[in-house]
């Protein structure tokens, strides 16, 4: 299978070992030099070595060998529910990578609207990133003007986003604002590592983090939570709930893991919750794109309901 990148102006003048392995770190700068020695990168049909230089916009391919090809499984049951010449809304199911990673170079949602997808989106870039166990709205850009105008809207935060969580116990109090700031873990142990942690509140170079929410109900040791982040860092609703003692239901990263989850319900004599993905779902985003107001929606999954 061969895979294509442009080279980005960052890397204008690099060598190919030095863009390959500074810009795709699924693979050690070591194993990037035997594929490159195994011939398998091209530029204009040409075999290119470790010591050729690239150039912006240059578009290299890489011939990827087959035995990397067997990748874990992923859901891609994700509709768009709206559509432009600018954008796309789109309701992502769980179990589902928005983009590449070590383990999902093709099982990834840019992936497929780029390369499978018919019709083809072979411009779409994302603009707000969900976690693979996520679900819910997305939104992706069709073309840079709109990447621009879109992703300006969040850095300036007037993107309006809404979310459902349900967590292990009650918030105390029922409603808030948690606004502890997250950063990211200097040193990760590989506990941290092998459970998908990589962020926590309150580092010496953590970021200003802020996270509305509210109680919407409490039942049997559970609650639904409706969140309102107004800041957009890695984790952060997953790290804010967590963070007052209400952990997200099936997050082994901030939360309990399976078992010391059913540990803790038997001693708390409350059911359990069986999961297979974190309950985290973006419902709603409200944004502008030129002078329309755009409101999309995506309904709170029944698995949620308790």
């Not at 929410?213 to 957009?232: A, R």
């Amino acid at each position: 299978m061969k895979l294509k990148s442009k080279v980005p102006i960052a890397y204008d003048g690099f060598t190919l070992l030095d863009y390959i392995s500074a810009r795709f770190t699924y693979l050690t700068r070591e194993l990037w030099q035997i594929r490159i020695a195994e011939n398998r990168h091209s530029r204009n049909g040409e075999i290119l070595n470790e010591n050729s230089v690239v150039h912006h916009l240059d578009l290299i391919y890489y011939d990827m060998p087959e035995e990397y090809l067997d990748e874990p499984d992923a859901n891609f049951n994700y509709k768009i529910i709206i559509e432009t010449k600018n954008f796309l809304v789109i309701d992502k199911p769980p179990n589902l990578m928005v983009h590449k990673h070590k383990t999902n170079i093709r099982n990834n949602l840019i992936f497929h609207l780029r390369e499978y997808h018919k019709p083809p989106y072979p411009h779409a870039n994302i603009v707000n990133r969900l976690d693979k166990n996520t679900s819910g709205i997305m939104l992706l850009a069709l073309n840079k003007k709109a990447l621009n105008e879109l992703s300006q809207q969040f850095v300036h935060r007037t993107v309006k986003k809404t979310y459902y969580a349900v967590v292990v116990g009650t918030p105390n109090p029922l409603s808030g604002t948690i606004s502890d700031p997250i950063g990211k873990i200097p040193e990760p142990s590989q506990k941290d590592i092998d459970e998908g942690r990589f962020v926590a509140v309150n580092l010496p170079d953590a970021k200003e983090s802020i996270t509305h929410y509210e109680t919407i109900k409490s039942v049997d040791g559970h609650s639904l939570v409706k969140v309102f982040p107004i800041t957009g860092r890695t984790h952060q609703i997953r790290v804010h709930l967590a963070h007052i003692g209400t952990p997200i239901v099936a997050d082994p990263s901030y939360g309990f893991n399976k078992n010391d989850y059913l540990e803790y319900c038997a001693q708390k004599s409350i059911n359990p919750i069986v999961s297979e993905r974190h309950l985290l779902h973006c419902s709603e985003l409200e944004f502008t794109f030129g002078i329309a107001n755009i409101r999309a929606v995506s309904p709170m999954p029944a698995e949620f309901e308790i």
